[in-house]
């Protein structure tokens, strides 16, 4: 794999870039212009301290305790006990790539500027990353508000060489070490926190974003894949062209129908199979054929404006407070810029979405296995009746429309202050956005079943379909071979769904 760099300014950090952070030879390091930035940042902590002035977040408690003020001599005390107290998540560990994906948006954040951390704390970040140490941290306890606390206490207690991070190997193992000494065997130095730091670490939407990068990416690909399935299926029940006409969309131009509807055309362009029924007596085809582009589209509307709030999202400064120069004076600002609510929005739109295209794609399997629709025999089977074919494909892939129900409630409508009724609203971001990440991959395999059911049903077909489902066909039949008869398609199901989140399936088109 060829080495890649980041460089990390606080301002163009892209979901690409923080998706690849998991490839193993990629690097990361600061820009010159952050690199001065920061230092400028932490003078003007250095200032208040030094001037004895009380100010939030540097020399006070936090949340409902901001009202105490902590002695000059106890606020490295004060971060290393913040850091402690709060690092207290559950649930199943995140995958370490996430958090490596979190740790570069927290880097990106801190390299903007505005948080008053040390160069020597952000670089460890940097070179954590670069060294493939990854802080163990439990999923569990970010509120979206006050930022993913919880969470990213684990990443920044596994800083202070406490806890347990995990090593890459070379091979792509992930090994579990005493944090210290993870750290030592690389040459780096635990960091022993000092005022504002370990605010900074832990005040911001990084593990969110972490999520919703991944999410963006796997949707991208899988809202592409929908629209390939969609035109494979209309193949395979020889289904009408007449409802992806440019026309019918031209005169309602919303962006993402006129997208799909796009993409369908081109899928099905020059086909034997087209030309063949082409004075059949079918006018309509029901509508989560007929209807695909308006269904599809709103996913890549909704993806659109995703993409647009978290690429703002991972270039901002998410802490409180913040740190500005005024005429070379500090100026410190309580804010509220850790609040997740735009996150948890955009990720509830999302699985409302995810949702929709999956129920979409089962009612497609459903006429595939249809002789109604298909013309062939039921569920596909060889030898119907003694075979089932594939009928119980379509029962799981309704089962996981019913996973899916569930999760595509809304999130962002729940709420439970904390802190003394201080932090009386949150977003529940975090939930929301892994909430997401799960349904995306939940959806790949429906998507999957749609095509391996459509791909079986050409098979019976003697005309040719057009040259990009033959693709899709082709394609498919390099890792599921024809059923001649029953068997089971766990792993036929699975693998495909797998190579649906990678670029392997958009790549076939480009040959």
């Excluded at 944090?179 to 593990?207: C, H, M, R, V, Y």
């Excluded at 894949?225 to 035109?231: T, Y």
């Excluded at 999957?448 to 079986?456: F, H, V, W």
């Amino acid at each position: 794999m060829n080495n890649a760099e980041i460089v990390l300014d606080g301002n163009s950090l892209t979901i690409e870039q923080v998706i690849s952070v998991s490839n193993f030879n990629t690097k990361v390091r600061l820009s010159n212009s952050s690199i001065s930035t920061i230092k400028n940042s932490r003078n003007l902590v250095e200032n208040i301290i030094s001037s004895g002035d009380v100010v939030y977040g540097i020399n006070t408690g936090f949340g409902a305790l901001s009202n105490v003020t902590i002695p000059t001599d106890k606020l490295e005390d004060l971060q290393s006990n913040l850091i402690r107290s709060h690092a207290c998540g559950l649930g199943e560990r995140m995958d370490p790539n996430s958090v490596l994906m979190m740790m570069i948006v927290r880097a990106n954040s801190l390299a903007k500027g505005f948080s008053g951390a040390r160069l020597e704390l952000i670089q460890l970040l940097v070179e954590m990353i670069n060294n493939r140490i990854v802080p163990v941290v439990p999923r569990i306890g970010s509120l979206g508000a006050s930022g993913d606390l919880a969470p990213l206490s684990h990443m920044a207690l596994a800083m202070m060489g406490e806890s347990e991070t995990q090593v890459q190997t070379s091979n792509g193992d992930w090994v579990t070490y005493n944090s210290k000494d993870a750290l030592e065997s690389f040459g780096l130095k635990p960091i022993k926190l000092q005022a504002k730091e370990g605010l900074s670490l832990i005040n911001g939407t990084s593990q969110m974003c972490s999520y919703l990068c991944q999410s963006i990416i796997n949707l991208e690909m899988l809202i592409f894949a929908a629209d390939a399935a969609l035109s494979t299926s209309i193949e395979a029940i020889k289904g009408s062209y007449v409802a992806f006409d440019k026309r019918i969309h031209d005169v309602r131009p919303q962006l993402g129908q006129s997208i799909s509807a796009s993409r369908i055309r081109g899928f099905l362009n020059n086909s034997e199979i087209n030309e063949s029924h082409i004075d059949c007596d079918r006018v309509q085809d029901s509508y989560s054929f007929r209807c695909a582009p308006q269904v599809h589209g709103p996913m890549i509307d909704v993806l659109r404006e995703a993409r647009r709030i978290v690429n703002i999202e991972i270039n901002s400064a998410t802490d409180n407070p913040l740190v500005f120069s005024s005429n070379g004076e500090p100026e410190v600002i309580s804010g509220g810029n850790f609040h997740g609510q735009i996150l948890a929005i955009i990720s509830d739109n999302m699985a409302i979405c995810i949702h929709e295209i999956a129920s979409i794609s089962e009612r497609r399997i459903n006429q595939v296995l249809d002789p109604q629709w298909s013309g062939q025999k039921a569920f596909l089977a060889n030898d119907e009746g003694l075979e089932s074919g594939l009928m119980i494909v379509q029962y799981v892939a309704a089962a996981v429309i019913a996973e899916l129900s569930l999760l595509s409630n809304p999130v962002s409508t729940t709420n439970v202050p904390v802190s003394m009724g201080k932090e009386d609203h949150v977003s529940m971001g975090a939930t929301a956005s892994y909430r997401t990440f799960k349904a995306s991959k939940l959806l790949s395999s429906v998507i999957s079943s749609e095509l391996i059911c459509s791909c079986q049903a050409l098979d019976n077909i003697s005309e040719k379909p057009s040259k990009s489902v033959g693709k899709i066909h082709y394609w498919l039949r390099n890792y599921v071979s024809k059923i001649e008869a029953d068997r089971s398609t766990t792993k036929d199901t699975e693998i495909i769904a797998k190579l649906l989140l990678t670029p392997e399936f958009i790549e076939i088109f480009r040959e």
